[in-house]
T-cell receptor, first 112, second 114 residues
Framework: ETGVTQSPTHLIKTRGQQVTLRCSSQ?????VSWYQQALGQGPQFIFQ???????GRGNFPPRFSGLQFPNYSSELNVNALELDDSALYLC???????????FGQGTRLTVV | AQSVTQPDIHITVSEGASLELRCNYS??????LFWYVQSPGQGLQLLLK??????LVQGIKGFEAEFKRSQSSFNLRKPSVHWSDAAEYFC????????????FGTGTRLQVFP
C-alpha cells in the first residue's frame, strides 16, 4: 500500500464547468506531482508542487492549476472543462531528491 | 526531444512462457529509467528502476530489465509469466533528482493465456 489517496474516484462533469481533484500524500513526502492519463495513453506530467510552490510544469494550459497545503496534500483544479479533459488523473508523492514516486489510484474524470 | 517509445502496443503470451517488453528512450542527459505496471482501474506500481551501476536490474514479481546505452534501450523481461501478470506496462524516463517528473511511453498491454 503506497499511502497516496485521491478523491473522488470517479467524477462526471459538463463541458465548461470547473473541477477540483484532491490528493493526500504519503506520510513524510513533501513533493506532489500530477499526471493526466488519457485512454490508451501513458501518463503525461501536468505539474509538480514542492513546499507549496509550483516546481515545474508540463505542456498544459493555465486553466490547469494546483495548490499544495502545509500538510503537503494537494489539489488539482481545472477550469472551463473540455471534452478532451476526460482522463484518469494521477497524483504521485515523493521526498525531494529521493528516487521513487508513489502513485495514487487516480480520479477518473468524464466530461460530457 | 525527450521521449520514450514502446513499440509493442499489445502482446499476448501463454502462461509459463518468457516475456520481453521493449522500451527505447531519447534523453539528453544520463537517464533514470523506470518500469511501472498498471492493473485495470488502478494506479501505477513501480516494478524496477535503473540509475547507474550494474546494467541488469532486478525488480519485484520476478521482473528484470537491462539497460543498453548503445541501443538507448531498457527492455523488461520475465522468464516465466503468470496469469496475474496481465496488465499494462509503462516505461518511463526521468532526470537526476527529478524522478517524479517522468516521461512515460504509451504502454504495452500484456495478455496472458492459460
Amino acid at each position: 500500500e503506497t499511502g497516496v489517496t485521491q478523491s473522488p474516484t470517479h467524477l462526471i462533469k459538463t463541458r465548461g464547468q470547473q473541477v477540483t481533484l484532491r490528493c493526500s500524500s504519503q506520510s513524510g513526502h513533501n513533493t506532489v506531482s500530477w499526471y493526466q492519463q488519457a485512454l490508451g495513453q501513458g501518463p503525461q506530467f501536468i505539474f509538480q508542487y514542492y513546499r507549496e510552490e509550483e516546481n515545474g510544469r508540463g505542456n498544459f494550459p493555465p486553466r490547469f492549476s494546483g495548490l499544495q497545503f502545509p500538510n503537503y496534500s494537494s489539489e488539482l483544479n481545472v477550469n472551463a472543462l473540455e471534452l478532451d479533459d476526460s482522463a484518469l488523473y494521477l497524483c504521485a508523492s515523493s521526498l525531494v531528491g529521493d528516487t521513487e514516486a508513489f502513485f495514487g489510484q487516480g480520479t477518473r474524470l468524464t466530461v460530457v | 526531444a525527450q521521449s520514450v517509445t514502446q513499440p509493442d502496443i499489445h502482446i499476448t503470451v501463454s502462461e509459463g512462457a518468457s516475456l520481453e517488453l521493449r522500451c527505447n528512450y531519447s534523453y539528453g542527459a544520463t537517464p533514470y529509467l523506470f518500469w511501472y505496471v498498471q492493473s485495470p482501474g488502478q494506479g501505477l506500481q513501480l516494478l524496477l528502476k535503473y540509475f547507474s551501476g550494474d546494467t541488469l536490474v532486478q525488480g519485484i514479481k520476478g521482473f528484470e530489465a537491462e539497460f543498453k546505452r548503445s541501443q538507448s534501450s531498457f527492455n523488461l523481461r520475465k522468464p516465466s509469466v503468470h496469469w496475474s501478470d496481465a496488465a499494462e506496462y509503462f516505461c518511463a524516463v526521468g532526470a537526476h533528482m527529478n524522478t517524479d517528473k517522468l516521461i512515460f511511453g504509451t504502454g504495452t498491454r500484456l495478455q496472458v493465456f492459460p
